[in-house]
């Protein structure tokens, strides 16, 4: 998937309430368990850094590297939007 189509997702995610908005919850970082990637819906292979959150009202998330990467930067620009918007 190409970073744009992967920012496409994790907007289109994160206004349906599939990924959270906001800038709660805890993250760790590990190597990958093959558990499916919350962005692109791809296995995180033993071989890859995998990214997990966990957020106090939306649960567990698991990201790539790049994915996680994408979705950080994509809330914080609709956080930013929120804001001045307000």
Known sequence: MSDATVRRVVRDKIAD????????GSVSVTNGTD??????SEPVSLEEV???????????FV??????????DER???TSARAAGD
């Open 17 to 24: 309430g599939r990924l959270p908005g906001d800038r709660t």
């Open 35 to 40: 558990e499916i990637c919350n962005v692109c």
């Open 50 to 60: 995998l990214y997990r959150l966990i957020h106090e009202r939306s649960g567990r």
């Open 63 to 72: 990201f790539h590297t790049t994915c996680f990467a994408i979705w950080r």
């Open 76 to 78: 914080n620009k609709m």
